[in-house]
């Protein structure tokens, strides 16, 4: 397949920006990462960033991906979690509920049948050759009956809360995952928020999303993004974010 993808720092960021996002692909696979944020002096326990985090993450996936190792998408990523707690346990608080994290997206294409992941609030989106549309999302983190930080805290990486990549492996095994046919998908876009808020936020559809991206590509659909967050009279917690798209496309 076809794999054009775009990730770029919010643009309201000070100089120089740093982009908490990031984009991995290979052959036939893509990952996509979105760092969260930490609230202003929230105690992390760590003495590493997100962007770190992210960075790590993806140099561990990147070797079994590009290997096609044969295991299950979970395991890669709970392997991966643990080989990257690993490396800063001995400096950090990895026990620490506000230890920094990521939600991962991620899609493996196989002659057959193509594999999905998804770890928190970063959507996969497939189209059929015949135009119907499948988002596989992970929206436990809307569902929480309070978005408070406490809240929010004790509700991480736990039963009945959500669930996210940090210092737990298990987290991959809750991930939202399954496999599709290879002959009923002709285009893939993996999207962190920031993207997918043209659909979640601005109220354009699935559909047209994928219209634009695979018309547009994805310059098209972060520049149209940009648009709709400069007049936004409601931006929410914050009006801008980093955001990353990855599309698929083709046999």
Request: hydrophobic share 40%; aromatic share 4%.
């Given at each position: 397949?076809?794999?054009?993808?775009l990730s770029e720092a919010a643009p309201d960021r000070r100089p120089p920006a740093v982009n908490e996002d990031l984009v991995l692909t290979g052959p036939d696979f893509a990952v996509v990462l979105d760092g969260a944020t930490a609230p202003k002096g929230v105690?992390?326990?760590?003495?590493?960033?997100?962007?770190w985090l992210v960075m790590q993450l993806a140099c561990q996936l990147a070797p079994p991906l590009l290997t096609r190792s044969p295991a299950p998408l979970p395991d890669l990523l709970a392997e991966a979690i643990a080989a990257v707690r690993?490396?800063?346990?001995?400096?950090?608080d990895v026990s620490n509920p506000d230890s920094p994290s990521t939600t991962v997206a991620m899609v493996r294409v196989h002659a057959h049948h193509v594999e999905h992941l998804v770890?928190?609030?970063?959507?996969?989106v497939l189209r059929s050759p015949t135009g119907h549309v499948t988002v596989h999302s992970d929206d436990r983190i809307d569902l929480l009956p309070e978005r408070t930080l406490e809240a929010v805290r004790r509700l991480?990486?736990?039963p009945g809360g959500f669930w996210v990549a940090s210092t737990e492996p298990k987290a991959a095994y809750e991930a939202v995952t399954g496999t599709t046919d290879r002959a009923d998908v002709e285009a893939i876009a993996l999207l962190t928020?920031?993207?997918?808020?043209?659909?979640?936020?601005?109220g354009h559809s699935w559909s047209e999303l994928l219209d634009v991206l695979t018309s547009r590509g994805p310059r098209r659909l972060i520049d149209r993004v940009?648009?709709?967050d400069a007049a936004s009279i409601t931006p929410g917690w914050k009006r801008y974010d980093d955001a990353s798209v990855v599309l698929l496309q083709g046999p």
């Amino acid at each position: 397949m076809e794999i054009r993808s775009l990730s770029e720092a919010a643009p309201d960021r000070r100089p120089p920006a740093v982009n908490e996002d990031l984009v991995l692909t290979g052959p036939d696979f893509a990952v996509v990462l979105d760092g969260a944020t930490a609230p202003k002096g929230v105690d992390s326990g760590c003495v590493h960033n997100v962007a770190w985090l992210v960075m790590q993450l993806a140099c561990q996936l990147a070797p079994p991906l590009l290997t096609r190792s044969p295991a299950p998408l979970p395991d890669l990523l709970a392997e991966a979690i643990a080989a990257v707690r690993a490396t800063h346990a001995d400096t950090c608080d990895v026990s620490n509920p506000d230890s920094p994290s990521t939600t991962v997206a991620m899609v493996r294409v196989h002659a057959h049948h193509v594999e999905h992941l998804v770890l928190a609030d970063s959507p996969v989106v497939l189209r059929s050759p015949t135009g119907h549309v499948t988002v596989h999302s992970d929206d436990r983190i809307d569902l929480l009956p309070e978005r408070t930080l406490e809240a929010v805290r004790r509700l991480r990486n736990q039963p009945g809360g959500f669930w996210v990549a940090s210092t737990e492996p298990k987290a991959a095994y809750e991930a939202v995952t399954g496999t599709t046919d290879r002959a009923d998908v002709e285009a893939i876009a993996l999207l962190t928020d920031g993207a997918s808020r043209f659909t979640e936020r601005y109220g354009h559809s699935w559909s047209e999303l994928l219209d634009v991206l695979t018309s547009r590509g994805p310059r098209r659909l972060i520049d149209r993004v940009r648009e709709h967050d400069a007049a936004s009279i409601t931006p929410g917690w914050k009006r801008y974010d980093d955001a990353s798209v990855v599309l698929l496309q083709g046999p």
